[in-house]
């Protein structure tokens, strides 16, 4: 029979083990260290009689039962990282994204030729990787772009969406960001992008979830930036201001690259491919939607036109014919369709863009100081 107190002390120092590995979500080691701490407390709950034993036996199987529920924890874990993995590249091509073409070129530069190009870049000694944040008003394409990114470049994309994480993961989401980089860190090349940054990685101080996800990604973000030039973070927000600024800074989402609402030009361009090969009237006149579609993102122009067509189709079901498409359908739904973006939100980018080049402005200044000085 084993000294009862040998194996107390046993038991405890299982259970402080599985506790510490918990801690730090290692899950299997946790596990390893319960099981073996449930099977000491039932040696002692052998040794022991009546309600002590009933009470020990009780004990030892909530213990082993809680082991279990970590494995599970465990493979969520790995299943969660999976599944930000798309498997599937998008099939969505930079050709398919209306106008934005400085936007395009600076992608370009930063993020899809260091990928085709190596060599080039390496002779030139250009740095690569880090970090490039998307930002601008709702429906103007900035998930499309990452998409679009993934498709050209062929690395492995995660998908992160902030929201997701955040509502799925209260408390856990520092595990699931770390194990997020861990992974794609092992790749050849690899883009981690994160959707909805802002409800991921809000403003310190409020919210001590947010704090501890703040903090863990900052970290993990420091780990990699100059370490790995396969790795790229691409971040896409629709509200920049509410992103803590630690994130923003240089080093880490140094780049930032504003996605405006669609100009002339590219609201022509998705009209006239939302109409393709649409039966339209023989004086059917994009320019006149263009022309009054000004504040509309490129998600508002998707639905406009979807939106304009339902009448015609469902004429021509009724009366079994082609009924062409007009601008007056389209000037029906416009009546009742305001943009989705109104000039508020947008006097909230000017003032953002601002601040931004205000900050340029005054290390420009004190640039030209230094060289003065000189
Ligand atoms: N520049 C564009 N070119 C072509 N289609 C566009 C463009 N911008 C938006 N769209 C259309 O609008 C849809 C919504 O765009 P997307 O989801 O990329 O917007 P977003 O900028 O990510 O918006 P949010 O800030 O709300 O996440 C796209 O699927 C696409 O059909
Ligand atoms: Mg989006």
């Known amino acids: 029979m084993e000294d009862i107190e040998l194996l107390n002390d046993t038991f405890n120092l299982y259970m402080q083990k599985g506790k510490e590995a918990k801690e730090k979500g290692n899950f299997a080691l946790a596990k390893r260290n319960f099981m073996l701490a449930g099977e000491t407390m039932m040696k002692m709950a052998k040794q022991s009689q009546g309600s002590l034993r009933e009470a020990r036996m009780k004990r030892a199987r909530r213990i082993v039962d809680l082991s279990s529920t970590l494995q599970e924890k465990k493979t969520e874990t790995d299943d969660e990282v999976k599944k930000w993995q798309s498997a599937e590249v998008p099939n969505i091509h930079f050709s398919d994204v209306a106008g934005l073409d400085d936007v395009k070129k600076a992608i370009k530069i930063r993020m899809i030729n260091p990928y085709l190009h190596p060599d080039k870049y390496k002779l030139y000694n250009k740095k690569t990787g880090g970090g490039v944040l998307l930002y601008g008003p709702p429906g103007t394409g900035k998930t499309m772009i990452a998409k679009a990114i993934a498709c050209e470049v062929g690395a492995k994309f995660y998908a992160v969406k902030g929201s997701d994480i955040v509502s799925k993961w209260v408390g856990e989401s520092e595990k699931n960001i770390s194990a997020l980089f861990t992974e794609a860190n092992k790749q050849d090349r690899a883009i981690i992008f994160i959707d909805e940054m802002d409800s991921l990685l809000g403003k310190r101080g409020v919210d001590t979830h ?134 508020a939100d947008l006097k909230l980018f000017d003032k953002f863009n601002a601040d931004i080049n205000s900050l340029l402005k005054r290390r420009a200044k004190a640039t030209k100081k230094a060289e003065d000085k000189k």
């Open 210 to 343: 947010n704090d501890k996800r703040v903090n863990e990604f900052l970290q993990q973000i420091d780990g990699f930036s100059g370490q790995n030039p396969n790795l790229l973070l691409l971040g896409a927000t629709n509200r920049p201001w509410d992103i803590d600024s630690a994130v923003l800074r240089s080093g880490r989402f140094s780049q930032k690259i504003y996605i405006p609402l669609p100009d002339a030009e590219a609201r022509q361009f998705m009209i006239e491919k939302s109409m393709k090969n649409v039966p339209v009237a023989k004086d059917f006149d994009v320019g006149k939607i263009v022309a009054k579609t000004e504040l509309f993102s490129g998600a508002d122009i998707e639905e406009l036109c979807d939106r304009a067509k339902d009448e015609p189709l469902l004429k021509a079901i009724e009366e079994d014919k082609v009924v062409l498409v007009t601008n007056a359908d389209f000037d029906k739904v416009l009546k009742v369709f305001p943009p989705s973006v109104t000039e």
